[in-house]
């Protein structure tokens, strides 16, 4: 992992070094999640999966709930469960 110094614009730009947008395919137009803690800063980049890359995805989700025993008639018990503890 390298280490580069941005210079904050007066508009409160950055800008993303070559090299770091080329390695992760960051291209114009291109959406990033900013996530700030603390003094720490945290860039995410936001990929839109393919349709094919998506249907995988809810295959292994689907996999995996078998797998600890969900069925379909849980999800509305766990949302609402997830959904109570965040609210306290």
Known sequence: MSVDVLTVSSKGQIVLPAEV????SITTG????????DDIIMLKAIRIPSAKEFEKKMDE???????????ESDVNKIIKS??????K
Request: charged share 40%; no cysteine.
């Open 61 to 71: 989700a689907r996999d995996w709930a078998a797998s600890v025993g969900y069925k």
């Open 82 to 87: 997830v959904r109570k503890k965040k609210r």
């Open 30 to 37: 291109d959406k990033l999640a900013v996530y700030a803690s």
């Open 21 to 24: 947008r080329k390695s992760m």
